[in-house]
């Protein structure tokens, strides 16, 4: 389904800016079980994604591995507070969040929101992360069901 892309960008614009951050970004895990950039709310989550994929870590990464949201709020810092090795080429971003994606019990892929920014999350930030992140998986499940869906009767 063409419309796919598009309607996936929307959403991640709109998660954005309902959380009052600079953008979303979305990572999925491939059939090598390898995280890959899908899409983002604008060029820095492109970048974003893509410097984490080639240098093979980064928040999202850390996020998979560990099956658990990752807060960081210089991405510029010393590791493990940060990850400078992805900072110098995910610029201008600072601070991300990366929330697991999981569906059925198993992680599908990583949502990332980020701020060009430093800056603190806080618990209130992770509850609303972690609340986009399922309605995340939620429209992921969404748009693989129309794609799947070859009769008429199956739209609204």
Do not use: K
């Not at 419309?3 to 009052?20: H, K, S, T």
């Not at 600079?22 to 994604?49: F, H, N, P, T, V």
């Not at 201008?92 to 990332?112: C, F, H, K, Q, T």
């Not at 992770?126 to 794609?147: F, Y």
């Amino acid at each position: 389904m063409a419309q796919a892309p598009v309607v996936l960008e929307n959403v991640l614009v709109g998660m954005a800016d309902l959380f009052g951050v600079d953008g979303a970004a979305l990572m999925l895990l491939d059939g090598q079980d390898r995280l890959r950039a899908i899409g983002a709310s604008d060029d820095d989550g492109i970048a974003l994604e893509s410097a984490q994929e080639s240098v093979g870590d980064g928040p999202a990464i850390a996020s998979a591995v560990r099956g658990d949201l990752i807060a960081i709020n210089d991405l510029h810092a010393a590791t493990p507070l940060g990850f400078p090795h992805v900072a110098a080429h995910a610029m201008p971003v600072r601070a991300v969040m990366s929330v697991p994606l999981v569906e059925d019990a198993e992680l599908i892929g990583v949502l990332d929101f980020y701020a060009r920014i430093g800056r603190e999350w806080g618990p209130a930030a992770e509850q609303t992360g972690s609340c986009l992140g399922e309605l995340m998986v939620i429209v992921l499940r969404v748009l693989a069901e129309s794609r799947t869906d070859s009769s008429p009767s199956g739209q609204m």
